[in-house]
């Protein structure tokens, strides 16, 4: 695990970069992803060869992280696969892990309260891909304007098929895509304990019509199954496929993802599959067609 400096906390400078620190959120089994999640946890497969936890990341330190070292501003949890995270993370984020067992959404960051030590946070779901970062129409960031009172989350227009997680105040349902800011009189009473935000804190928030909903500009994906993780990669490669630096292709590859130590034999086509392995192991990963 990394070190544990202490925070600068919110008395070090009026700016929001300096009183804000940024959580991923990366603990999930990732079973949905799985076998792929069998190799690695899911916030170490790549999106466009960047790994999802580092994406994360960016989108954090662009709202909240000042100059100096990282580790005191951003962090991430960790429990499927630790080890690795903890190893990939070295330097350049707190690394909490969660054992025995994942402390959920709300729990991780009660494990976290004297890492954060008084901070409000901008938390992030690692599997969320968010090509445009937190960007909001205009091109205005997530944290500009905040209240510093309200949880405010981040949200696209409800799918067609009518599923929207909340309402936002013109009646229209939104869908949260995995980002939000929360002030720390909210969260400085969470417990280490299992536990979800929503039903520890934003429900609660909804009821009393408390919650600040606002809309991305860009498109949002949840990268928790393989078909949404290829959509994913082909939307970075602009409709072509993903190969991480380290992979070897010698064959044709439609709408693919091929991950560092993966090879592609001379005369191999992969259309919409990931491509796993490295070190004796291949794994082939692909979506059926509709149909």
């Known amino acids: 695990m990394s070190v544990d400096p202490r925070p600068t906390g919110r008395g070090a400078t009026g700016t929001a970069a300096h009183r804000i620190a940024g959580v991923a959120l990366a603990a999930g ?63 350049r984020a707190h690394v909490s892990v969660e054992a025995p067992v994942a402390l959920g959404t709300a729990g991780a960051l009660g494990a976290l309260r004297g890492w954060l030590d008084g901070r409000d946070v901008l938390v992030t779901n690692t599997d969320a891909y968010l090509p445009e970062g937190l960007t909001r129409p205009g091109g205005e960031g997530f944290t500009a304007g905040w209240d510093g009172v309200r949880c405010r989350l981040a949200c696209v227009p409800a799918d067609g098929d009518g599923r929207a ?11 949260y ?13 969470l417990g280490a304990t299992p536990s979800g935000l929503y039903e520890v804190m934003w429900r609660a928030e909804a009821d009393r019509g408390a919650l600040d909903l606002h809309l991305l500009a860009g498109p949002a994906i949840d990268c928790g199954t393989v078909a949404d993780y290829l959509r994913a990669n082909v939307h970075a490669c602009g409709g072509g496929s993903a190969v991480s630096p380290g992979a070897v292709v010698e064959g044709r590859l439609t709408r693919s993802v091929v991950w560092d130590g993966a090879y592609v034999a001379p005369g191999e086509h992969l259309v919409d599959v990931v491509r796993a392995g490295g070190d004796g192991v291949v794994l082939t990963v692909g979506v059926r067609p509709a149909g």
């Open 177 to 189: 895509v995995g980002a939000a800011l929360l002030p720390w009189r909210l969260v400085r009473d």
């Open 165 to 175: 997680d909340f309402l936002l105040p013109d009646g229209r349902g939104a869908r």
């Open 29 to 91: 089994a990732g079973a949905r992803l799985a076998p792929l999640t069998t190799l690695r946890p899911k916030p170490l497969c790549p999106v466009g060869g960047v790994a999802l936890v580092d994406l994360a990341l960016r989108r954090l330190a662009a709202e909240t992280t000042p100059p100096g070292d990282p580790t005191r501003h951003l962090a991430v949890n960790a429990h499927h696969h630790a080890d690795q995270l903890v190893d990939h993370l070295a330097g």
